[in-house]
């Protein structure tokens, strides 16, 4: 069994920008060189039709419970090296701790790599675990297109795409089973990430200790497009109080969704606001009234946040810098998600760990969306661990140990979940003549341990 070694994945020395766009070469030479390691591990590969690969492995008799480890691959144009991947090497690693334990796990572990989580390729971000939840069907394959590329004049699906990369897999790998989904769903799954922002960074930088991220809730976006019609007019004779100015009215919804993000802050409710504004028959000159503008408002929630609140919140707003500006102002909503929260039970367990093993950590949000919020799992969660130069860009940097750090918690927590429970000390204290086959069912295990 060939060890998992960091340097293989990673090379810590560069700060070289990734362009690993989602199922383009870059991306699948990435994933072969993880599933030749998966294989080397002896976990059985499957590929489903969206692209999502998954390495499963099974220990001990009778397997039940399903655990799943994962995260992915593709980065953003010109990103680091370290979104993504950390979670899926580190489910490699779990993986290896766990073939060399001597605790006895009876469980089935998958280590996943989801599909096109970033946005950069198709403008649509957790493809692979949007699937698997049933947000995404089949049938959107053709209507889903390479962004770059259509504003080139090409025209590549979705679907095409997926073919690539299930052709590329084809001719590099062997022993693939193609199915229609990795898994409907699974009792854990684990995650772990690069922070995106610098909280634990900063607590290094202020602390002086390293610290580690549990997250107990991923945030959601609400993303609204408006449009503003004002009336175009002559800026040096038309009187103050008679002009429909598109602008003005875009420039008033920015300063309120400021002051509506701040006001709320401590609840989480919303954080970046976009403002595109665009004026057409403003043609650059000064004396003419805009009469059109456009814009674009991401909100970001967390916790108890519903996309209602905001929506809501937003109308009112924009009733009022109509009436104000004149001007007619129409909205669309084109997403509203909303946020996840992380299994207690997962993030009381990592947190027990960690002071066993006296790692530092802190519970923090996740303000970006992530595979985790999406996949069907009874209990999920994820970590962060701290980078430099937060992430989407080369100067994303994370130690080494840090990604050990992660491994060897997944690998405590997998031995907590998983522990077969029938050859548990106990058990056999109680009644050593019974054989252990009688205890199949966690019911009677249950009991037992009474
Ligand atoms: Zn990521």
Not at 229 to 256: W, Y
Request: glycine share 8%.
């Amino acid at each position: 069994m060939g060890k998992i070694e960091l340097e293989d994945f990673f090379n810590f020395d560069s700060k070289e920008p990734i362009n690993r766009l989602a199922y383009t070469e870059e991306d699948m030479k990435y994933k072969v060189k993880i599933i030749e390691k998966m294989q080397e591990l002896g976990m059985k590969i499957s590929v489903d039709k969206i692209g999502n690969i998954c390495g499963t492995i099974s220990f001990g008799n009778n397997p039940k419970k399903v655990l799943a480890i994962g995260s992915h691959t593709d980065s953003v144009y010109n990103g680091g090296q370290y979104d993504g991947p950390v979670g899926v090497i580190t489910g490699l690693k779990t993986v290896e701790a766990l073939l060399n334990s001597k605790s006895k796990v009876n469980g089935i572990v998958k280590v996943v790599i989801y599909a096109c989580e970033e946005s950069s390729r198709f403008g649509n971000a957790c493809i692979g675990s949007k699937y698997l939840s049933g947000n995404i069907k089949e049938d959107d394959y053709h209507n889903i297109v390479d962004k770059k590329e259509e504003k080139q004049g090409n025209r590549i699906t979705l679907e095409e795409a997926i073919k690539f990369a299930t052709t590329y897999l084809k001719s590099n790998i062997h022993d693939i089973e193609f199915v229609d989904k990795i898994f409907d769903t699974v009792d854990y799954s684990l995650e772990s990430h690069i922070e995106q922002y610098d909280i634990l960074q900063e607590n290094y930088m202020k602390n002086k200790q390293d610290v580690i991220g549990i997250v107990n809730t991923i945030g959601s976006a609400v993303r609204i497009k408006y449009d503003v019609l004002g009336k175009s007019g002559h800026t040096g004779s038309t009187p103050m109080k008679e002009r429909q100015n598109a602008v003005d009215a875009t420039a008033l919804i920015g300063k309120k969704i400021r002051k509506l993000g701040k006001k709320y802050e401590e609840v989480m409710l919303g954080r970046a606001s976009q403002v595109e504004i665009n004026t057409i028959g403003h043609n650059g000159s000064f004396n003419q009234i805009p009469n059109h503008a456009e814009g674009l408002i991401d909100f970001r929630l967390l916790l108890q946040n519903t996309p209602e609140n905001v929506l809501a919140a937003f109308e009112e707003i924009i009733k009022k810098v109509s009436k104000k500006t004149k001007t007619n102002i129409t909205t669309t909503v084109i997403s509203k998600g909303s946020p996840v929260n992380t299994s207690a039970m997962l993030n009381e367990k990592i947190a027990e760990i960690c002071e066993k093993d006296k790692i530092n950590f802190m519970k923090m949000p996740s303000w970006a969306g992530q595979d985790t919020g999406y996949i069907p799992a009874k209990e999920k969660t994820m970590i962060f661990i701290p980078s430099e130069g937060g992430s989407h860009n080369p100067d994303e940097t994370t130690k080494k140990e840090f990604i050990e750090v992660a491994s060897s918690i997944f690998t405590d927590l997998s031995k907590d979940l998983l522990l077969e429970k029938f050859r548990d000390s106990q058990v056999v204290k109680v009644s050593p003549s019974i054989s252990m086959l009688d205890y199949g069912t966690a019911s009677t295990n249950k009991e037992i341990e009474k």
